[in-house]
C-alpha cells in the first residue's frame, strides 16, 4: 500500500477550536503538497408545531447556507494569500458525520483533520460524540486535533500496539507523516493485566512492526506493559513522553467485542491533549460477522 496525503478535508464551524485544526491541516498540506478541502455542514431548521410535527423552515436554512458560503470564502482567499495552495469549499446539508463520510467518499480524500470540543454555533458540533461518529462511518484516517495543541509539527508519534486487527496496516498511514517531519516513532505495546495468551500475541505484533520500521531505516524505540485500563496507560505514557501525535485502531475491542463503543476509542478522544490519528481497518467477512453475533437485538 502506497498511502499518500494529497486531499485533506477540513470540516468547519467557524469557531476557535476548529480553526486552530485548520491551522494544522493546512501546515500539513504544506509539508505533503496537499490540497485543502473546507466544508461546513448545515443542520436542517426545523420547529415543532402544536401536534408534535417537525415542519422544515427552509428560509432560516437558506440563511444559515449563505452565510455558510460567505465565511468559506473569506477563509479561503485567507489561506491562499498566505500559502500556495489549492483550497476548495463546499456546504452540506444533513447530519454532521454522515455529510463528512459521503464527501470523502464522493471526493476520494485521504484524511480528514477535525478539530475537537468547537461549540460555537453547531449545538456542540465537534464534541467528542461527534468526532466518534465521524470515525466510525469515515472511510478514511481521521485525525482530531484538541483546542490545547498549538504545535504545527509532529516531531514524535506514540503508536500503541494492542491485540487487536489493523495494528501492522496503520503502519502504512503513519509513514508518510514520519517522513515528512522526520519524526521519531515510539512503539508501546500495551496488554491487559495478567493475561499471558494476549501479552504472547502482543509481542508478536510488536516485533513485526518494529521489523518493518527499522527495514525502513526509521528511528524507533519501544516498551511494553500490562495494565488494567489500556486506554489510560496509553495517555499516561503520552503525556509522560511529551508526543505529539498517536496513531490508533479504531476497530473492534476483541477483549469486550464493542464495536466503536467508545470503551478504548472514545476514552483516548476525549481525554488526549496531543492530536489523535484514528485508523479503521478494512472491515473483514470476520470482523463483520463478529460485529452481528453481539450486535443482533
Known amino acids: 500500500m502506497n498511502y499518500q496525503i494529497k486531499n485533506i478535508l477540513v470540516p468547519i464551524d467557524f469557531s476557535e477550536p476548529v480553526n486552530n485544526a485548520l491551522e494544522v491541516a493546512i501546515a500539513m498540506a504544506n509539508r505533503h503538497n496537499a490540497d485543502i478541502h473546507l466544508l461546513h455542514v448545515v443542520h436542517p431548521q426545523v420547529y415543532i408545531d402544536q401536534t408534535g410535527m417537525h415542519i422544515a423552515i427552509p428560509e432560516v436554512t437558506q440563511t444559515l447556507i449563505n452565510a455558510a458560503v460567505e465565511n468559506l470564502k473569506k477563509h479561503k482567499a485567507v489561506i491562499q494569500k498566505k500559502y500556495v495552495m489549492v483550497v476548495n469549499t463546499s456546504v452540506e446539508i444533513g447530519t454532521v458525520a454522515i455529510c463528512i463520510s459521503n464527501y470523502v467518499l464522493n471526493n476520494q480524500k485521504d484524511l480528514v483533520v477535525m478539530g475537537t470540543h ?4 453547531w449545538n456542540e458540533f465537534f464534541l467528542g460524540s461527534n468526532a466518534m461518529a465521524t470515525i466510525k462511518e469515515c472511510s478514511c484516517p481521521v485525525l482530531t486535533i484538541p483546542p490545547s495543541f498549538k504545535k504545527r509539527t509532529f516531531d514524535s508519534i506514540l503508536y500503541p500496539i494492542r491485540n487487536v486487527d489493523g495494528v501492522m496496516e496503520k503502519y502504512d498511514y503513519v509513514k508518510p507523516i514520519i517522513e515528512k517531519n522526520d519524526a521519531k516513532i515510539h512503539l508501546l505495546g500495551v496488554a491487559q493485566l495478567n493475561d499471558e495468551y494476549e501479552s504472547g500475541i502482543l509481542n508478536n505484533k510488536l516485533k513485526a512492526v518494529r521489523d518493518a520500521i527499522l527495514h525502513n531505516n526509521e528511528y524507533c524505540s519501544y516498551e511494553t506493559h500490562r495494565c488494567a485500563n489500556i486506554a489510560r496507560k496509553i495517555l499516561e505514557i503520552a503525556h509522560k513522553r511529551n508526543d505529539d501525535i498517536m496513531i490508533i485502531n479504531a476497530t473492534l475491542d476483541k477483549t469486550w467485542y464493542k464495536f466503536f463503543s ?3 476509542t472514545q ?3 476525549n481525554h488526549s491533549t496531543i492530536p489523535v490519528l484514528s ?12 460485529r452481528e453475533m453481539f450486535f443482533v437485538a
Do not use: H, M, R
Open 118 to 121: 468547537g461549540t460555537s454555533g
Open 267 to 269: 476514552q483516548i478522544l
Open 279 to 290: 485508523v479503521k481497518p478494512a472491515l473483514t467477512p470476520d470482523l463483520i460477522k463478529q
Open 262 to 264: 467508545g470503551s478504548y
